[in-house]
């Protein structure tokens, strides 16, 4: 963003256009010096006053009251001297404007009584009959004056518009890079429970048909390896669906159907279905309403990560049980395993390195103003547990969706 200087004292070629000003303003003297009153025209200590009153002019921008002062100590004398009146009004006309515009209201107001009673002081003492010239005088100063106070305020006004503007811009900056990291941090959370979902799934659906086929050649059990690569061929079906959903996002930042559809809580049997082909025994309980997309989008989300981290760290065959309850204001959802453990070195491979699925639940939970606790389960019982409670913040009463009953855990083969 371009920086406007504002201040007059330090405007680009400032000096160099006040030098030529001075030039101007001289030759303007020397033609009122000439051309009227020719019975005052100054002598030669006249014009070396008058010259010599010109010369401050260059520096009226960075000292003004200097500037002022310097000329009055010149032009004092010159007028003392009877020389002619009007050859240096222009130059004192120019350095009062500047300190008018330049100072304080109350400076500018005791600088021009100053002024004025020192240009009333030398008149009085060369002509104590110059009383038109006085009111000329006068008039001058005082229009000057109030001039200068009128642009300084309006110079002031200009720049209060200019800052609001730039301030505004900068906001404007601040909130689109607020919003970019934002949606990048949204991305980055997809990403990751998208992928760490499937992943894994396609893990322990790999290890599921390589098991078979190692297990006994001889007794081939054909179609449980169809099965087996069936549902691996499903999950990567979803999974290219729901990436492509979120490459959408990057694509086409401002359609309006970008994003798509949000998932929500009419997406949780299909999350417990695929941890049941993943070894889980699942069990799905749902007692809620209808709630904002973006608290039901919060909910699915961290019910698949907690299946995927019960799925990967809960052991062979974990009974995992999601219940998810609306109340007053809040949805309340819980995700609880049994937590024997991996105790299998290929369930050991799969789990790796730690990464970032409890701290992306509790920046879900945060999104829509949540909290979320993950850790232990209490009493000693061995296992897991994952609790969040969402907000749902009053909406326009819909006819609420009947309970969705617990669904029975299935027998595994084998």
Same mark, same amino acid.
């Given at each position: 963003?371009?920086?406007?200087?504002?201040?007059?004292?330090?405007?680009?070629?400032?000096?160099?256009?006040?030098?030529?000003?001075?030039?101007?303003?001289?030759?303007?003297?020397?033609?009122?010096?000439?051309?009227?009153?020719?019975?005052?025209?100054?002598?030669?200590?006249?014009?070396?006053?008058?010259?010599?009153?010109?010369?401050?002019?260059?520096?009226?921008?960075?000292?003004?009251?200097?500037?002022?002062?310097?000329?009055?100590?010149?032009?004092?004398?010159?007028?003392?001297?009877?020389?002619?009146?009007?050859?240096?009004?222009?130059?004192?006309?120019?350095?009062?404007?500047?300190?008018?515009?330049?100072?304080?209201?109350?400076?500018?107001?005791?600088?021009?009584?100053?002024?004025?009673?020192?240009?009333?002081?030398?008149?009085?003492?060369?002509?104590?009959?110059?009383?038109?010239?006085?009111?000329?005088?006068?008039?001058?100063?005082?229009?000057?004056?109030?001039?200068?106070?009128?642009?300084?305020?309006?110079?002031?006004?200009?720049?209060?518009?200019?800052? %609001?503007?730039?301030?505004? !811009?900068? &906001?404007?900056?601040? $909130?689109? @890079?607020?919003?970019?990291?934002?949606? +990048? =941090?949204? /991305?980055?959370?997809?990403?990751?429970?998208?992928?760490?979902?499937?992943?894994?799934?396609?893990?322990?659906?790999?290890?599921?048909?390589?098991?078979?086929?190692?297990?006994?050649?001889?007794?081939?059990?054909?179609?449980?390896?169809?099965?087996?690569?069936?549902?691996?061929?499903?999950?990567?079906?979803?999974?290219?669906?729901?990436?492509?959903?979120?490459?959408?996002?990057?694509?086409?930042?401002?359609?309006?159907?970008?994003?798509?559809?949000?998932?929500?809580?009419?997406?949780?049997?299909?999350?417990?279905?695929?941890?049941?082909?993943?070894?889980?025994?699942?069990?799905?309980?749902?007692?809620?309403?209808?709630?904002?997309?973006?608290?039901?989008?919060?909910?699915?989300?961290?019910?698949?990560?907690?299946?995927?981290?019960?799925? %990967?760290?809960?052991?062979? !065959?974990? &009974?995992?049980?999601? $219940?998810? @309850?609306?109340?007053?204001?809040?949805? +309340? =959802?819980? /995700?609880?395993?049994?937590?024997?453990?991996?105790?299998?070195?290929?369930?050991?491979?799969?789990?790796?390195?730690?990464?970032?699925?409890?701290?992306?639940?509790?920046?879900?939970?945060?999104?829509?103003?949540?909290?979320?606790?993950?850790?232990?389960?209490?009493?000693?019982?061995?296992?897991?547990?994952?609790?969040?409670?969402?907000?749902?913040?009053?909406?326009?009463?819909?006819?609420?969706?009947?309970?969705?009953?617990?669904?029975?855990?299935?027998?595994?083969?084998?």
């Amino acid at each position: 963003m371009a920086v406007i200087n504002r201040d007059p004292r330090t405007a680009p070629h400032g000096t160099r256009n006040d030098a030529v000003l001075a030039a101007a303003l001289l030759a303007v003297a020397a033609c009122l010096a000439l051309f009227t009153d020719e019975g005052r025209r100054p002598d030669a200590a006249g014009w070396t006053l008058l010259v010599a009153a010109h010369i401050p002019i260059v520096w009226r921008r960075r000292h003004p009251l200097l500037v002022l002062a310097a000329v009055v100590v010149l032009v004092g004398p010159y007028h003392a001297l009877d020389n002619n009146h009007a050859a240096p009004g222009p130059a004192s006309y120019v350095a009062l404007y500047t300190l008018a515009v330049t100072g304080r209201p109350l400076r500018t107001l005791l600088t021009g009584v100053a002024v004025l009673t020192f240009s009333v002081s030398i008149m009085l003492t060369v002509d104590a009959h110059q009383a038109v010239e006085l009111l000329r005088i006068s008039g001058w100063v005082v229009a000057i004056l109030f001039a200068g106070v009128d642009v300084r305020y309006y110079r002031q006004y200009v720049a209060a518009i200019v800052e %609001r503007a730039e301030r505004a !811009e900068r &906001t404007r900056e601040e $909130e689109a @890079r607020r919003r970019v990291a934002e949606e +990048r =941090l949204r /991305v980055a959370r997809d990403l990751h429970d998208l992928l760490a979902h499937s992943i894994t799934l396609i893990g322990v659906q790999t290890s599921v048909a390589a098991h078979v086929l190692t297990a006994d050649p001889d007794r081939l059990d054909r179609a449980t390896v169809a099965k087996a690569l069936d549902d691996i061929a499903e999950t990567c079906r979803s999974a290219r669906g729901e990436l492509r959903t979120t490459l959408e996002v990057l694509r086409e930042q401002d359609a309006p159907d970008a994003r798509g559809p949000l998932p929500g809580l009419h997406g949780l049997p299909d999350l417990v279905e695929a941890a049941r082909l993943a070894g889980a025994r699942a069990e799905l309980s749902v007692d809620a309403g209808t709630v904002p997309p973006a608290v039901g989008a919060a909910a699915y989300r961290i019910v698949q990560e907690a299946l995927t981290n019960a799925v %990967r760290h809960a052991g062979p !065959e974990p &009974t995992v049980r999601v $219940e998810v @309850r609306g109340e007053r204001g809040a949805l +309340r =959802l819980s /995700v609880t395993d049994d937590g024997t453990g991996p105790d299998d070195p290929a369930a050991t491979a799969l789990v790796g390195t730690p990464g970032f699925g409890l701290v992306g639940m509790r920046e879900r939970a945060r999104s829509v103003g949540g909290t979320l606790d993950a850790g232990p389960r209490a009493g000693g019982a061995g296992g897991f547990a994952v609790t969040a409670l969402l907000p749902t913040p009053t909406t326009p009463s819909a006819p609420a969706a009947p309970p969705m009953p617990a669904t029975p855990t299935p027998e595994r083969d084998g």
